[in-house]
Nanobody, 118 residues
Framework: QVQLVESGGGLVQPGGSLRLSCAASGRIFVINAMGWYRQAPAKQRELVATITRAGITNVADSVKGRFTISRDNAKNTVYLQMSSLKPEDTAVYYC????????????WGQGTRVTVSS
């Protein structure tokens, strides 16, 4: 029903920047909250940042001041601008969206890998 496709991951040196994108497609009536989560090796998935349709954001303390979440409602797309990256930011980053098609559903992307290493 709803597909989320992430892009923008890759290998970056400590202190560098990356911008992740996630585009939602399908028979979508409306998307409410969108967000980014990440899962590092041998760790649980954790919230990175979320943003409501109105633009209200919630950012994890571990990335506050370094990561910025934004969205384009017309394009059903959410972005994560990551700066001052640290090795501990290495993880698979997943996009999430709460979308209404014929009912409300919670959807996940396939993940994009971010590796911060020199």
């Amino acid at each position: 029903q709803v597909q989320l496709v992430e892009s923008g991951g890759g290998l970056v040196q400590p202190g560098g920047s990356l911008r992740l994108s996630c585009a939602a497609s399908g028979r979508i009536f409306v998307i409410n909250a969108m967000g980014w989560y990440r899962q590092a090796p041998a760790k649980q998935r954790e919230l990175v940042a979320t943003i409501t349709r109105a633009g209200i954001t919630n950012v994890a303390d571990s990335v506050k001041g370094r990561f910025t979440i934004s969205r384009d409602n017309a394009k059903n797309t959410v972005y994560l601008q990551m700066s001052s990256l640290k090795p501990e930011d290495t993880a698979v980053y997943y996009c999430n969206a709460a979308a209404f098609t014929t009912s409300w559903g919670d959807y996940w992307g396939q993940g994009t890998r971010v590796t911060v290493s020199s």
